[in-house]
């Protein structure tokens, strides 16, 4: 996800991880079944591998497999078509050891160089350890399902397939089948929509279209189809196979961005791993795109005070209100306050004094052994400065700034269509004033603060339309470009003239 950072080849190498991965055989699969449900898998999910009349049918082979499980097909008995997800059998020990590992490395680099980041270890591996509960990952699906069709401005946009509880244990997940276009698949996306007039892609806005049987049983039957019972579906891509779903790349970002932000500032539940894989995109038949979220395993729950500060921090960072970024980050013990508010906006923060150019400054005339040194020390330093105190210190952040910089990737990836930024700002701002927890007499003042807010987002909206001008015109990258190439750039100023220094 980070694959900026990445030479080619692991990029496409780490690419495939997202869901196609090696896959485990059959009698792993069953084995897990076995073992949880104490039942095997005919029993347990009604299905028969013979054809049987009156049962419904199973793919042995899955559709997809990443990081912690593999995902097979199955249609139950009763006509529903089911993603059954199941963790593969030596995740749990791999993710202890990894945990170990990652453990001892922390505690060495903690005590190497003196850095306060052993506190972060145990928040780290717990929710870590927690992506291998499937019940953990069903409760986390239920409530953000029950918060998207509870909130008016994702509903009908926004998709959270729905959990089988009863045919789900901590190893094995059962869920709606989900068809749909893969986030990464920007071809299949935006080329034109030739399914025909007012209807949708399947399984948007209606239910999927019913299996025929009799097909399904003959497809179990013949030796060369027995791997692949699941109708394709793929009609709507024309005869050649040619279209998309003719969807624009602006409007399911816009989607993205607004359902990953009231996760952040509006309910305080955010799932951590919004990478391309974990995202579908259908079109529904009023010809608009709907974004379905999956992969529930890791997630963080902000309590309502620190939803409410980080809100108050991001709308600050906008406005470049110093005396609020002070007081929040001071409550969260943090004393590099600007290069704190840099890593949060993934750019440099110009509010505060520009502690970059002082920097720049100091550098000048060194040799370049002494520039890597002053530089080592000041990012070591600044480690320090951001953890300063590890009790006040905010452990979800980690898990927030992940989710921030895989959409930040997914908009990146789509070309910037919108101001993420701006964006998310404005959920910040409306986040106060909208909130019920907060006195009637605060939420008062925070609308008159949201109403200067939007005049000042204006300018960031200048800054953007500069951006995509420049960008028609080929002149450069979009705002996401330009704000990766800075970071980019500041995380190596002073070495820029050494580059074997990110070789080997
Ligand atoms: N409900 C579903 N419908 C269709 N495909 C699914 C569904 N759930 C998961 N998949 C496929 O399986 C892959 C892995 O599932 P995921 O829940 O992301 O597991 P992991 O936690 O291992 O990443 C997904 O990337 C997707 O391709
Ligand atoms: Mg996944």
Known sequence: M????????????????????????WKAVEAVIRKDFGKSVEEVFGVSFTGKEGYGVMERKARASASVAQVHWARLPDGREV???????EIAKQIASDLWTFK????????????????????ISERIELETDFLSEAKNSQTMRQLVNSESRLKGRVYIPT??????????????????????????????????????????????????????????????????IKPERQEWKGLHGR???????KEVMTTMVDLFSAQIFKWGVVHCDPHPGNIFIRRLPNGRAELVLIDHGLYVY?????????ARFWKALMTFDNRAIADVTGQWGIKAADLFASATLMKPYEGGENVMQKDLKELKGLTRAEKHYVMQRKMKQGIRDILADEDKWPKELIFIGRNMRIVQGNNQFL??????????????????????????????????RHVIFKSVMTVTDIAFYFFKLRQLLGLGGGMEDEMEHRVKKMTQYGLEETPDLFEG
Do not use: C
Not at 2 to 24: G, I, K, T, Y
């Open 83 to 89: 993603a059954v997800k199941i963790q593969k059998p």
């Open 2 to 25: 980070q694959s900026a950072v990445l030479p080619p080849e692991f990029q496409r190498m780490f690419a495939r991880m997202f869901d196609d991965a090696p896959q485990d055989d």
């Open 104 to 123: 001892t490395v922390t505690w060495i680099l903690s005590k190497q160089f003196d850095l306060p980041l052993y506190t972060l270890v145990p928040f």
């Open 302 to 310: 902000m309590t309502p005070t620190f939803r409410h500060q980080y």
């Open 163 to 228: 959990v089988y509880s009863d045919l789900t244990t901590k190893r094995v997940l059962t869920t709606e089948w989900i068809e749909g276009i893969r986030l990464w698949d920007k071809t299949a996306m935006t080329s034109r929509w030739l399914g025909g007039r007012g209807k949708g892609s399947p399984g948007a806005g209606s239910p999927l279209p019913p299996i025929d049987m009799d097909i399904a049983r003959r497809q179990l039957r013949t030796e060369a189809h027995r791997e692949k």
């Open 415 to 448: 070309g910037s269509p919108v101001n993420r930024i701006k964006m998310m700002g404005e959920w910040a701002s409306r986040s106060l004033y909208e909130d019920p927890n907060l006195p009637w007499i605060q939420r008062m003042n925070n609308v008159w």
């Open 243 to 249: 279209g998309g779903l003719g969807l624009g790349t």
